[in-house]
Structures are given as structure tokens and as C-alpha cells.
């Protein structure tokens, strides 16, 4: 079973400056898990330090302990983790049987296929922090790699009823258990479920649910699987699939990578909003400011009261095409961009099937061309995929000033754009962040106006705000977004 010698990372709560792990508890430990124990039960209800002893020896994999570090004010260090203190625990025993009954709970049958809980304790004063929700999040995630089991068994009061039904546990009913005065719930969880992981199917740029752009978030990346990542997105099929798990001990950092059903890509505004909206969604930070590391260097996310969210991203101005005409690829195309022929603007206008006299500029960044057009040409677009898919680039803006294709319910809007990317599989992307890294500079610089709002004229279309700050060489993308789905997949 993994991670018993260092621990899991509790996270998200709210008991701020403390570390918090979830490990094997060791026999030294047990009389302070005991003094818990009593502190937090009834007398007849309490198991004695000589029982949890017991459980201690013959189930030690299913008792784990709740560590914090540095060791809080006022509480004992562990006997067996040094700089932590024991401030709560999980322990089971395994037992026959897929129902609880007074015998099953009182012998452990190392062969049993179900997981008998105990108790989920978590000392007074760290209570209401979130701590005992996390504990037992990371705790099912322990017990299920083990594939003997086939249940997770326990009896509740009514009153923590939320807590386990909130952590995936289904009310079986009224349990036979005859322990201390009160009345008790069974409950019980599929570990075939617990073993699945988790996803979050959220819709960017919109506050309304199928309008914006989908994108799937899957909470892991299995180690760097990339062939895993690229058949997960092939199977969800929309646009941009992000995958991310937590960077560090905080849990307001994360790494996140994107791919289409066809490739990796470097930076995914849309997704990378879904991303953080299914975090807070699913309850995986407390914070308001999410950090994302990914290959296009750490992006920053943030939530206001009004509902929208805010990306940090880097300006990805685009050059003039003559500048990348230029001379050799890397003195004249910007980094990481491929040098185009001087037919680039007439290919891009019969590409989209407008006149070559309505292409007003046409610029490069390292990801995608930029295209400036005529109000009236961009409202007439007819693309053509095989043509667009020629050029060797990500994708392709086409942009304008305001058109009649911005519907009445948006607001005034300053532009438009459309992002076509058939090379990676997105024949049109409905709404596409990390263009507007390329967008935000092109039409401050000429609007006169580092404040601006943007509408994606696609068929489900979606609003932005932008704001291009040119002395940090960063663009503030802002929008809306909203949870439709949400499920688990086969691991």
C-alpha cells in the first residue's frame, strides 16, 4: 500500500500554518489516539486503549493517523513522527459479509472482503476545519488500492450522516449494531467506485450551461502518463481535456496540462478556467487564487464575487507577417514560430473565401497566425479545413471590429473573433482563451484601450474581458463558467 512510511497530504482544510498527513499508525501512538478516542465519545461507546491496541497489531493497514506538523501549540509530539503531532485517525478491521452485525465488528478476519470503520476521529479543537473530510477522502484512496476489498462498512449518527454521504458512502439503512444508548446508520461504499477517478465536464466563457466552450477536467495525470492523457481526450472528444493534480504541499498549486484529441498543446485558456471552476467546484482548495504550472511557465487564477474568474497569462503579441518574412526563421519569426511565404495573406483569404483586399493585417506568434479583417468579410466567412490545416501553426484568429454577429443579450463589445485549428483536431474552437494573449495587445494598441470586452462568434459563442497590461507584458483574461457533468472513470 503506498505512501505508508511519508504520509498523504491532506488537503484542502482550513487549519492554516500546519501541514497535515494522513499515515500508518504506530503502536507507540496508540495511547494518545486512545486519550482521542475517549475525548470524543461516550463512555460506552469509547474503545478502550488495550482495543485499539489490538486493532493496532492485527489490522495495522487499516489504522491510519492524522499528523500535523509543526506540532500545534499545546499538543504532544508523535512518538513516532518527529515535528508532528497526532490530532486525529481512521482505523478498521476487515470483516465477512457485505452488512454489519455486533459480531463482524468485533473480530478481524484478515481474509474478510469488507472493511469494517471504526471510528473517524479528529481531536476538538481541529474540528470544522475540513480536517476529518480530507482525512477520509485520502483514506478511502489508501484502502482501495487494495483489491481484495469489496466493501467499506461503518455506522453513523445522524448527525454525520453529511459528512460520509458527502464522501461517496450510500445509507444502507437502520443498523442491527447494538453500541452505547443511541440508535445507528449503516453505510456502505462500492471500493470498486473508490477506486475510479474523477472528472468535471465544465462550460467556459458562459454562465449558462451548453453555450461557451466545454472542456473535460480530469483529476490526475497518472504519473505523466501521456499516452493515458491523449486516449482519455480522444475518448471525451471536445476540444481541450485538462488533466492536473496537486504541485506541492499547498493546496492552491497545481501542475495542468491540456491535450486534444489529437495532440498535447502548450497553453489552453478555456481549459485552464474549466480547470480552476472544477476545483473549486469539487471543493479541492479553499483558495480563491489558484497557481498552475505548465509549459507555457506558471499561470495565476482568480475569483471575485461577482462570479467570474480571472486568468494571468502571458502576452503572446503577434508580429507583423513582413517581420517574420524576414530573413531566417529565427531572426524574423517570433520564437518557436515557423517562417510562411509571402503568399501567406492571399492563401488565408481564399481559405476562408473572402476577397484578398479585406485582409487588412495578418500576424504571428508562436502558436498561431492572427487575422485582421473587414467587418463585412468576417460576418461572410466560409472556411475551408484542408486549406486552414495547411498552415503549419496551432490555429487561426480571425478577428474584427464589433460585427452583427454579436448577439443582443452580450452587450456592447469592442471585437470579434473566430479560432480555427483543424491541424489539432478543432475544426472551430467555440470560445478560445489564449487567443486573446495575441487579441488583448492587437486591439489595445489599436483602440487606444488596455480595458476591453470581447465576444467569440462561434455557433455556441461566449464573453470576455480583457485587460493588456504592456509594461508586464501580461494579459488578464476574465470570464464566467459553469459545472455541467460530472462523473468517474475506470482507472
Same mark, same amino acid.
Given at each position: 500500500?503506498?505512501?505508508?512510511?511519508?504520509?498523504?497530504?491532506?488537503?484542502?482544510?482550513?487549519?492554516?500554518?500546519?501541514?497535515?498527513?494522513?499515515?500508518?499508525?504506530?503502536?507507540?501512538?496508540?495511547?494518545?489516539?486512545?486519550?482521542?478516542?475517549?475525548?470524543?465519545?461516550?463512555?460506552?461507546?469509547?474503545?478502550?486503549?488495550?482495543?485499539?491496541?489490538?486493532?493496532?497489531?492485527?489490522?495495522?493497514?487499516?489504522?491510519?493517523?492524522?499528523?500535523?506538523?509543526?506540532?500545534?501549540?499545546?499538543?504532544?509530539?508523535?512518538?513516532?513522527?518527529?515535528?508532528?503531532?497526532?490530532?486525529?485517525?481512521?482505523?478498521?478491521?476487515?470483516?465477512?459479509?457485505?452488512?454489519?452485525?455486533?459480531?463482524?465488528?468485533?473480530?478481524?478476519?484478515?481474509?474478510?472482503?469488507?472493511?469494517?470503520?471504526?471510528?473517524?476521529? =479528529? %481531536? #476538538?479543537?481541529?474540528?470544522?476545519?475540513?480536517?476529518?473530510? $480530507? !482525512?477520509?477522502? *485520502?483514506?478511502?484512496? /489508501?484502502?482501495?488500492?487494495?483489491?481484495?476489498?469489496?466493501?467499506?462498512?461503518?455506522?453513523?449518527?445522524?448527525?454525520?450522516?453529511?459528512?460520509?454521504?458527502?464522501?461517496?458512502?450510500?445509507?444502507?439503512?437502520?443498523?442491527?449494531?447494538?453500541?452505547?444508548?443511541?440508535?445507528?446508520?449503516?453505510?456502505?461504499?462500492?471500493?470498486?467506485?473508490?477506486?475510479?477517478?474523477?472528472?468535471?465536464?465544465?462550460?467556459?466563457?458562459?454562465?449558462?450551461?451548453?453555450?461557451?466552450?466545454?472542456?473535460?477536467?480530469?483529476?490526475?495525470?497518472?504519473?505523466?502518463?501521456?499516452?493515458?492523457?491523449?486516449?482519455?481526450?480522444?475518448?471525451?472528444?471536445?476540444?481541450?481535456?485538462?488533466?492536473?493534480?496537486?504541485?506541492?504541499?499547498?493546496?492552491?498549486?497545481?501542475?495542468?496540462?491540456?491535450?486534444?484529441? =489529437? %495532440? #498535447?498543446?502548450?497553453?489552453?485558456?478555456?481549459?485552464?478556467? $474549466? !480547470?480552476?471552476? *472544477?476545483?473549486?467546484? /469539487?471543493?479541492?482548495?479553499?483558495?480563491?487564487?489558484?497557481?498552475?504550472?505548465?509549459?507555457?511557465?506558471?499561470?495565476?487564477?482568480?475569483?471575485?464575487?461577482?462570479?467570474?474568474?480571472?486568468?494571468?497569462?502571458?502576452?503572446?503579441?503577434?508580429?507583423?507577417?513582413?517581420?517574420?518574412?524576414?530573413?531566417?526563421?529565427?531572426?524574423?519569426?517570433?520564437?518557436?514560430?515557423?517562417?510562411?511565404?509571402?503568399?501567406?495573406?492571399?492563401?488565408?483569404?481564399?481559405?476562408?473565401?473572402?476577397?484578398?483586399?479585406?485582409?487588412?493585417?495578418?500576424?504571428?506568434?508562436?502558436?498561431?497566425?492572427?487575422?485582421?479583417?473587414?467587418?463585412?468579410?468576417?460576418?461572410?466567412?466560409?472556411?475551408?479545413?484542408?486549406?486552414?490545416?495547411?498552415?503549419?501553426?496551432?490555429?487561426?484568429?480571425?478577428?474584427?471590429?464589433?460585427?452583427?454577429?454579436?448577439?443582443?443579450?452580450?452587450?456592447?463589445?469592442?471585437?470579434?473573433?473566430?479560432?480555427?485549428?483543424?491541424?489539432?483536431?478543432?475544426?472551430?474552437?467555440?470560445?478560445?482563451?489564449?487567443?486573446?494573449?495575441?487579441?488583448?495587445?492587437?486591439?489595445?494598441?489599436?483602440?487606444?484601450?488596455?480595458?476591453?470586452?470581447?465576444?467569440?462568434?462561434?455557433?455556441?459563442?461566449?464573453?470576455?474581458?480583457?485587460?493588456?497590461?504592456?509594461?508586464?507584458?501580461?494579459?488578464?483574461?476574465?470570464?464566467?463558467?459553469?459545472?455541467?457533468?460530472?462523473?468517474?472513470?475506470?482507472?
Amino acid at each position: 500500500m503506498a505512501s505508508e512510511a511519508s504520509g498523504v497530504l491532506l488537503r484542502p482544510h482550513r487549519l492554516t500554518g500546519h501541514e497535515l498527513r494522513l499515515r500508518r499508525l504506530a503502536l507507540e501512538d496508540v495511547p494518545r489516539a486512545a486519550v482521542i478516542e475517549a475525548e470524543s465519545y461516550p463512555a460506552d461507546e469509547a474503545a478502550s486503549a488495550e482495543r485499539m491496541a489490538e486493532r493496532c497489531r492485527e489490522a495495522g493497514e487499516h489504522f491510519w493517523g492524522v499528523f500535523a506538523s509543526p506540532v500545534p501549540q499545546g499538543d504532544v509530539a508523535s512518538a513516532s513522527f518527529p515535528g508532528a503531532a497526532l490530532v486525529g485517525f481512521i482505523n478498521g478491521t476487515r470483516a465477512e459479509g457485505d452488512t454489519l452485525t455486533d459480531e463482524s465488528m468485533e473480530e478481524h478476519m484478515p481474509e474478510g472482503r469488507s472493511l469494517c470503520i471504526h471510528s473517524v476521529v =479528529v %481531536a #476538538e479543537k481541529y474540528r470544522r476545519c475540513g480536517v476529518a473530510r $480530507a !482525512a477520509l477522502q *485520502a483514506y478511502m484512496k /489508501t484502502q482501495a488500492q487494495d483489491t481484495r476489498l469489496d466493501r467499506m462498512l461503518l455506522i453513523a449518527k445522524g448527525k454525520l450522516l453529511t459528512l460520509y454521504l458527502g464522501a461517496g458512502f450510500k445509507l444502507v439503512g437502520p443498523s442491527s449494531v447494538v453500541h452505547g444508548q443511541d440508535p445507528w446508520f449503516e453505510l456502505g461504499l462500492d471500493m470498486c467506485l473508490a477506486r475510479q477517478l474523477d472528472f468535471v465536464q465544465v462550460d467556459a466563457f458562459t454562465a449558462v450551461p451548453f453555450r461557451g466552450n466545454p472542456a473535460a477536467v480530469v483529476f490526475t495525470q497518472r504519473g505523466g502518463d501521456e499516452a493515458w492523457m491523449q486516449r482519455i481526450a480522444v475518448e471525451f472528444n471536445l476540444a481541450e481535456t485538462a488533466f492536473l493534480e496537486h504541485a506541492s504541499a499547498s493546496d492552491d498549486h497545481f501542475n495542468l496540462r491540456w491535450f486534444t484529441p =489529437v %495532440a #498535447e498543446v502548450d497553453l489552453c485558456g478555456h481549459a485552464t478556467l $474549466a !480547470a480552476a471552476k *472544477a476545483v473549486w467546484a /469539487t471543493r479541492q482548495s479553499y483558495s480563491q487564487a489558484l497557481r498552475f504550472q505548465t509549459k507555457s511557465g506558471e499561470l495565476l487564477v482568480s475569483s471575485s464575487e461577482d462570479g467570474w474568474l480571472h486568468m494571468d497569462f502571458p502576452a503572446e503579441p503577434a508580429q507583423p507577417l513582413a517581420t517574420a518574412e524576414a530573413g531566417s526563421s529565427e531572426e524574423g519569426a517570433p520564437a518557436g514560430a515557423v517562417r510562411l511565404p509571402a503568399s501567406t495573406p492571399a492563401d488565408l483569404a481564399s481559405a476562408f473565401g473572402i476577397p484578398e483586399a479585406s485582409v487588412l493585417f495578418v500576424g504571428q506568434n508562436r502558436m498561431d497566425l492572427l487575422v485582421h479583417v473587414t467587418v463585412e468579410a468576417f460576418d461572410l466567412l466560409q472556411r475551408n479545413d484542408t486549406a486552414i490545416a495547411a498552415f503549419p501553426v496551432r490555429g487561426v484568429i480571425v478577428t474584427a471590429e464589433a460585427s452583427n454577429r454579436v448577439p443582443a443579450d452580450a452587450g456592447a463589445v469592442d471585437f470579434v473573433s473566430r479560432f480555427f485549428g483543424p491541424r489539432f483536431g478543432i475544426n472551430e474552437d467555440p470560445v478560445t482563451g489564449s487567443a486573446h494573449c495575441a487579441l488583448a495587445p492587437f486591439w489595445a494598441s489599436r483602440l487606444g484601450n488596455n480595458q476591453l470586452v470581447a465576444w467569440q462568434a462561434s455557433d455556441r459563442g461566449g464573453l470576455l474581458r480583457v485587460t493588456n497590461n504592456a509594461a508586464t507584458s501580461r494579459v488578464l483574461i476574465s470570464g464566467q463558467a459553469t459545472v455541467v457533468m460530472q462523473g468517474q472513470l475506470d482507472p
